[in-house]
């Protein structure tokens, strides 16, 4: 089993930079896939980028280009950098994380089985 543990939201105005961390303990990170998914108020939690245990990574459309996500195995960290924020980027974050044995990206919310506390996001206009 593993631990999530998300820092780093806050209140940015647009166009604003904010990066967050997932800190993960328990089994050896490595092994894991990560992904990062936001929820707004009153929507269903959805994809926002992965992160696989070799270091490919997939994106949903309304971030790509701004948002980066990278992860440090020495540090048991995964990392969501956001960039060129709009304030239709707020929501709760949440980081997760996915054990199973074959080396791809995930970006299904029932692919993931361990999920952190969730982050507030908030972008002013």
């Known amino acids: 089993q593993v631990q999530l543990v998300e820092s780093g939201g806050g209140s940015v105005q647009a166009g604003g930079s904010l990066r967050l961390s997932c800190a993960a303990s328990?089994?050896?990170?490595?092994?894991?896939?990560m992904g990062w998914f936001r929820q707004a108020p009153g929507k269903e939690r959805e994809f926002v980028a992965a992160?696989?245990?070799?270091?490919?990574?997939y994106y949903a459309d309304s971030v790509k280009g701004r948002f980066t996500i990278s992860r440090d195995n020495a540090k048991n960290t995964v990392y969501l950098q956001m960039n060129s924020l709009k304030p239709e980027d707020t929501a709760v974050y949440y980081c997760?994380?996915?054990?199973?044995?074959?080396?791809?990206?995930?970006?299904?919310?029932?692919?993931?089985?361990?999920w952190g506390q969730g982050t507030q996001v908030t972008v002013s206009s």
């Open positions: 997760a994380a996915n054990g199973a044995s074959y080396s791809g990206v995930y970006y299904r919310t029932d692919e993931y089985a361990y």
């Open positions: 328990g089994r050896t990170f490595s092994t894991y896939a």
């Open positions: 992160i696989s245990r070799s270091d490919s990574t």
